[in-house]
């Protein structure tokens, strides 16, 4: 389905009865690449996806692509809906849009989790780490950059065919729009808010996540008040997909106890 926000077309799926459960994708991903989640979840929730803007279906758009502008398209789909609280997941990109929500619009927020994410990107990779990822974009092409990311984000473990199915999500990207994300994502920046997101809180990190390792996550873990820490096993950057079955019994367990109607059934 599609809504018109903020002037663009965005793609979003809308599945389920319950609580509003919102998930936001990774940079160069789409709303594909949370299957695994709406399938569990949507037995008892009602499960929000995107595309967001500059990704997958939904417009570009004419404005530069910064996470105040994906978390205000974000608002104004569950406005249209008429979802006015709701509890949002976001992988790697999407959970720096969960902290900018955070940030401003804290009261939307019932609970926030944040799976393979990052507070604020230290050096090198927020300074020449973004160059060379910059240079990446511009020499390769977009199925070169995918095998990249592929190599980098699942473990060497990981069967050829979830590899494929990450490396063609990435490989249908539209170079313009990925690059002005990912300046966006390596410039974020949300130390000054973290002591103000009193807001429920789950910190979710692949065992072997290289992008966004553990230590990004324990720093979240210090800064984000009374937040809880969750590795997941035998997973890279890619938990929800890599490990699935151990990512939604997490992000269930976490649930319980604002929404045990829709949580406790999926845990039995």
Request: charged letters at 20%; hydrophobic letters at 40%.
């Amino acid at each position: 389905m599609f809504a018109k926000v903020n002037g663009i077309n965005l793609y979003y799926e809308d599945q389920g009865q319950g609580p509003a459960l919102v998930f936001i994708h990774g940079l160069g991903e789409n709303a594909s690449s949370w299957k695994r989640q709406i399938e569990f979840f949507s037995k008892s929730f009602r499960t929000i996806v995107v595309d967001l803007r500059g990704h997958g279906r939904s417009d570009d758009g004419a404005e530069f692509i910064t996470m105040d502008i994906l978390a205000k398209d974000v608002l104004a789909l569950l406005d249209q809906l008429g979802i006015e609280k709701a509890h949002f997941v976001g992988h790697s990109m999407g959970g720096l849009i969960n902290q900018e929500i955070a940030a401003h619009n804290l009261h939307r927020m019932l609970t926030m989790t944040l799976s393979d994410a990052a507070g604020y990107y230290p050096p090198p990779l927020g300074t020449t780490g973004l160059e060379e990822r910059l240079k990446r974009i511009d020499t390769l092409s977009m199925e070169e950059v995918a095998e990249a990311i592929t190599n980098s984000a699942c473990r060497p473990e990981a069967p050829e065919w979830l590899k494929v199915e990450v490396r063609q999500m990435f490989a249908a990207n539209r170079k313009q729009p990925y690059r002005q994300a990912t300046i966006s994502t390596l410039k974020a920046d949300y130390r000054q808010y973290h002591a103000r997101m009193k807001v429920p809180t789950l910190l979710l990190v692949g065992q072997f996540d290289k992008t966004t390792p553990l230590s990004y996550a324990q720093f979240l873990n210090e800064a984000i008040i009374g937040s809880k820490l969750q590795i997941i096993p035998d997973a890279a950057h890619m938990t929800k997909v890599e490990n699935p079955a151990v990512y939604n019994r997490a992000l269930a367990e976490f649930l319980a106890p604002y929404e045990p109607n829709a949580a406790l059934p999926l845990l039995r």
